[in-house]
């Protein structure tokens, strides 16, 4: 949990600008009550991503850097979506979400027919992982979460 103090009326920039208390300010200070108010939030660090929303990646390939926008839905561990690419909008299928391990698998028809298992990792709003052919060697893929 983190905890943040934030003072009220004005006391922050009073300390700021503190000299040494006289006597009478001491015996004042004494009778009053200085109020300050905490917030606890929920710590983000270690908790899980959610894949929901829409992603815009590149997977790197031997034929270049070839962008994909996915439009995916998380519910209960399930990821379903779709991937659009070249023109083309595929579904994505058989999605599973393992805490930020993201997998699912996708067949295009362009450039060429072609099955992939898609392998990812969330970390914020970003991720991270491989697009596997099946008789290809995997290719990276790297993307963001779009901007709201």
Same mark, same amino acid.
């Given at each position: 949990? $983190?905890?943040?103090?934030?003072? =009220?009326?004005?006391?922050?920039?009073?300390?700021?600008?503190?000299? &040494? !208390?006289?006597?009478?300010?001491?015996?004042?200070? *004494?009778?009053?009550?200085?109020?300050? =108010?905490? !917030?606890?939030?929920?710590?983000?660090?270690?908790? #899980?991503?959610?894949?929901?929303?829409?992603? $815009?990646?590149?997977?790197?390939? &031997?034929?270049?850097? *070839?962008?994909?926008?996915?439009?995916?839905?998380? $519910?209960?561990? /399930? /990821?379903?979506?779709?991937?659009?690419?070249?023109?083309?909008?595929?579904? =994505? =299928? *058989?999605? +599973?979400?393992?805490?930020?391990?993201? /997998?699912?698998?996708?067949?295009?028809? +362009?450039?060429?027919?072609?099955? !992939?298992?898609? +392998?990812?990792?969330?970390?914020?709003?970003?991720?991270?992982?491989?697009? +596997?052919?099946?008789?290809?060697?995997?290719? #990276?893929?790297?993307?963001?979460?779009?901007?709201?």
């Amino acid at each position: 949990m $983190n905890t943040t103090v934030s003072p =009220v009326g004005g006391l922050a920039e009073d300390l700021a600008h503190a000299r &040494p !208390f006289r006597r009478s300010e001491r015996r004042a200070l *004494n009778r009053t009550c200085a109020v300050s =108010v905490v !917030f606890i939030t929920e710590e983000a660090e270690g908790a #899980q991503m959610s894949a929901t929303g829409i992603w $815009n990646a590149h997977i790197i390939s &031997p034929m270049g850097k *070839n962008p994909v926008r996915f439009e995916l839905v998380e $519910n209960d561990g /399930i /990821i379903t979506g779709s991937a659009t690419a070249e023109g083309e909008t595929v579904p =994505v =299928v *058989n999605g +599973k979400a393992d805490g930020d391990d993201l /997998i699912w698998e996708m067949s295009i028809t +362009k450039p060429m027919k072609m099955s !992939f298992v898609m +392998k990812l990792h969330i970390d914020g709003d970003t991720w991270a992982g491989t697009a +596997k052919p099946k008789f290809f060697p995997a290719s #990276q893929v790297i993307g963001e979460r779009a901007a709201s």
